[in-house]
């Protein structure tokens, strides 16, 4: 199975069992079409993910971010506190491309006192 689509919301990086991580994050895949009067239709789907592979990739992961993802559809049992047993599909990821990144909030760096240059004449001794 191979979809693109957005991530609505930071992956969250778990440690599982020994030394293992898993990234879970959830992609939203939108459809678009015409109906038979000619009117613009969209839905959307929400997949939920789980990725196994390499758990550096977390960082990139981040609400907004578009992915396409391939992999297979699982079957899970988890237990609800509400409704007891219960299943949903996961996709299970062999390969993540990143399309697009969204760009974390960095606190402000304070302005300098005195400008810097570069160059002919430039002091010798400049922090970069």
């Known amino acids: 199975m191979l979809f693109t689509g957005r991530l609505t919301a930071n992956a969250e990086l778990k440690a599982v069992k020994g030394d ?3 990234i879970n994050f959830t992609v939203a895949i939108n459809q678009k079409w015409k109906n038979k009067a000619g009117e613009k239709q ?4 929400f997949v939920d993910c789980a990725y196994w592979r390499n758990s550096g ?14 992999g297979w559809m699982e079957a899970q049992a988890y237990q609800s506190k509400k409704d007891g047993l219960k299943g949903r599909l996961v996709c299970t ?25 570069t160059g002919a004449g430039a002091d010798d001794d400049l922090p970069f």
């Open 42 to 45: 969209e839905k959307t789907a």
């Open 57 to 70: 990739v977390a960082e990139y992961l981040t609400k907004g971010a578009v992915v396409e993802i391939s």
């Open 20 to 22: 293992k991580t898993v």
């Open 93 to 117: 990821c062999d390969t993540i491309k990143l399309f697009s990144l969204v760009a974390k909030a960095e606190p402000k760096a304070e302005p300098a006192t005195a400008p810097y240059t």
